[in-house]
């Protein structure tokens, strides 16, 4: 290849047919062409970009080159014929399809201390690289103008000629880019990439970060500032994309982070910087959870739950016995004596098709067969009409259409992606996933403003698994949603209320495990995202998913029972994450290869039985008692102890500007263990609790 070896290093993108349109020397009207080949290599810790063009000819003193300590890459000369006609405005406003660069030329900056440039022999005025760390902005074409092409601004504000991608688009060289530096768009001009431009706390807590200990570890090469800047991108894309951020790169991310600050020596493995929380923390942003010495944190005596009884599951409803609890019209039998049946021991699977449909209120409980009929019959036009919206868009349409064709592309990368090893979605050209793609894409018609977001896919393919009908699948999976919803909104507000949620019955469980985790800088619970984000989905075998998610949706026995499962995974790990010493990164990499090792049945009987405990204190908190939506009659609460037992004294609240975060608590003498803990509660609590 005519342009091999012109610097050495690892090849990231390499791309031929990669021009410069030059007015220089044009002829009849027609600008020069200038081929050349493109490439993106790792150098010495650097990323270097490296055009030129495929030409034997080259002058190896125009080529343009940045230097590791240079602050300017490069530095342009107009040409003196052209210095009067032509001035920066040209270079800073670029928006012709044809560059006009024959009003500039390159000169290479000198080079100090034997720091010379690597390439072949040859002359070219138009050669070029530069390193990625120098990069400024990237200018994108308008649409529908031909070639597309990029125009790279260095920091020096620097305008490099426009190149043009004859073979291909430019889609590759950006996601290529993407692994080593943030890239989004101009708020002033959507064609306009600025790089690494992530939000503002975000860049505050990697500042936090890089302070003067560690920056020097990155001047002395022991801290790899590539690992950081992947880090960055991969929590960017956390809002974005909740789901592929946490599914795929969840323990990248901190593997990245704390295999370059530990290194390789054993003697510098200690716990992260605390610094590292707040890293965490800005990743959900509003989500203030389990700050030791925070502000409007009142300190409690621990509450006494009493003995937790011990909790036995029983067989699954079977069809017979569903049977039995219906009419002669069809209605259902002793709602709340079924409900309770499902959530002891499930469904037998041949029951399932049936029962799901009023779990997830797609049937009313009290219908007759005859108005379940005329529902379905409703619901299918219902369903077809809103399918007819999408699949009768044209091409022209779609490509006016942004947000669709987003969610359309989104849909195809999951659908092919879902659950393949079942065998109902295995193999290629599968019925099963041809539904899958057209229920996600009706969903789109049927709530556009939330449309697709990635792990949705994972909801519906159980759903669409047991129904084996494309209609009722899909109104299954509408109600399903209204309970999820929250979970996939830009602003992830369900997200952040369960973490709060959480963390709060947690530390009323074991508030010794709970500090555990905050000393080791894992207070968040960040390491619960997946599970509560898709409802353990990725977490238990999928007949297992089936029998988790049935008991679920009795909404049994109190509100938020999904949290008691989490509380009830983590109780059964407590003693081996403490006892080995655990550190944040460890104690992420134990979570995630829970993955389909958890006893489905074991856990429902330990959430269960803290449910259980929870309602026969006496003590319960008021905000606890919100978050599992038990009655004010069933527990004593603080204010109703108050003036009854003149050894309840209510602790004082602290003045603080976090005080409306504070729980209400008691300081009540004679407790068994009266060392003090702290609950954190936001006052959102009660307001934002999912279904």
């Not at 009849?28 to 030409?55: M, T």
């Not at 690289?129 to 990029?150: R, V």
């Not at 297992?544 to 909404?555: A, G, H, K, P």
């Amino acid at each position: 290849m005519a342009a091999a070896g012109v610097v050495s290093g690892k090849i990231i993108y390499e791309q031929e047919g990669v021009y410069i349109h030059s007015s220089f020397g044009k002829t009849n009207d027609q600008d020069s062409l200038i081929s050349g080949i493109l490439r993106v290599l790792e150098k010495d810790a650097e990323v270097i970009v490296d055009w030129r063009p495929l030409d034997d000819a080259l002058d190896s003193s125009s080529i343009l080159y940045a230097r590791k300590d240079s602050s300017s890459v490069v530095e342009w000369t107009q040409a003196p014929k052209e210095r009067g006609h032509r001035g920066s405005e040209h270079l800073n406003s670029y928006e012709a399809e044809w560059d006009m660069v024959n009003t500039v030329s390159f000169k290479r900056k000198p080079h100090t201390n034997g720091d010379a440039p690597s390439h072949r022999n040859g002359k070219s005025k138009w050669s070029f690289l530069f390193s990625l760390t120098d990069l400024k902005s990237i200018k994108q074409n308008k649409e529908g103008m031909g070639w597309s092409y990029l125009v790279f601004c260095l920091k020096d504000d620097v305008v490099l000629p426009a190149l043009h991608f004859h073979q291909g688009d430019s889609k590759l060289l950006i996601e290529s880019l993407e692994k080593y530096v943030v890239l989004c768009e101009s708020p002033q001009d959507k064609r306009t990439l600025l790089v690494n431009c992530q939000n503002k706390s975000l860049s505050q807590s990697f500042e936090n970060l890089l302070d003067e200990p560690t920056y020097g570890l990155i001047q002395a090469g022991l801290l790899d500032r590539r690992k950081l800047l992947w880090a960055i991108h991969h929590w960017k894309k956390i809002k974005k994309d909740p789901y592929t951020a946490t599914m795929i790169g969840f323990s990248k991310v901190t593997n990245y982070i704390f295999d370059s600050l530990r290194g390789s020596d054993p003697s510098t493995h200690q716990r992260p910087p605390s610094e590292m929380a707040d890293f965490l923390s800005d990743a959900i942003s509003g989500l203030k959870i389990n700050q030791q010495e925070e502000p409007g944190f009142e300190v409690i005596t621990r509450i006494d739950l009493g003995e937790r009884p011990v909790v036995q599951r029983k067989e699954p409803v079977s069809l017979e016995e569903w049977t039995k609890n219906i009419d002669s019209e069809g209605r259902i039998l002793n709602v709340d004596s079924m409900k309770q049946m499902i959530f002891r021991g499930g469904l037998s699977h041949a029951l399932r098709k049936q029962a799901w449909k009023f779990l997830l209120g797609y049937f009313p409980w009290d219908s007759t067969k005859e108005e379940r009929t005329q529902l379905q019959k409703q619901k299918t036009d219902e369903y077809f009409r809103m399918k007819l919206q999408w699949k009768s868009v044209s091409q022209e349409q779609e490509k006016r259409n942004s947000r669709l064709r987003d969610y359309r592309s989104l849909i195809e990368k999951d659908v092919n992606r879902t659950d393949r090893t079942n065998k109902f979605y295995e193999g290629q050209d599968n019925p099963g996933l041809i539904l899958l793609h057209d229920i996600l894409m009706t969903y789109c018609m049927y709530d556009f403003d939330l449309g697709y977001v990635q792990g949705m896919s994972d909801l519906l393919s159980p759903l669409l698994y047991v129904m084996e009908n494309e209609v009722d699948a899909f109104w299954c999976f509408a109600s399903y949603m209204d309970q999820m919803h929250q979970n996939f909104e830009e602003q992830m507000q369900g997200m952040k209320t369960q973490l709060i949620q959480l963390s709060t019955l947690l530390r009323l469980l074991d508030s010794g495990f709970c500090s555990y985790l905050e000393s080791q800088d894992s207070g968040y619970l960040y390491f619960c995202f997946r599970w509560l984000l898709i409802r353990f989905k990725r977490e238990f075998s999928f007949l297992d998913i089936l029998r988790l998610w049935e008991v679920m949706w009795t909404e049994l026995p109190c509100k938020n029972f999904h949290l008691l499962l989490c509380c009830a995974i983590l109780e059964s790990e407590k003693q081996q994450i403490m006892e080995k010493h655990y550190g944040f990164n460890e104690i992420l990499k134990h979570i995630n290869e829970l993955s389909m090792k958890i006893d489905v049945e074991d856990i429902l009987c330990k959430a269960e039985a803290i449910s259980l405990q929870m309602v026969k204190c006496k003590e319960l908190p008021q905000a606890v008692c919100e978050i599992l939506g038990l009655q004010d009659s069933e527990v004593t609460t603080p204010d109703s102890d108050i003036g009854e037992d003149e050894n309840v004294v209510m602790t004082p609240r602290p003045t603080s500007a976090f005080q409306s975060n504070a729980l209400p608590t008691l300081s009540a003498s004679g407790a068994r263990d009266d060392s003090p803990t702290q609950i954190p509660v936001s006052s959102d609590v009660c307001r934002l609790t999912p279904a």
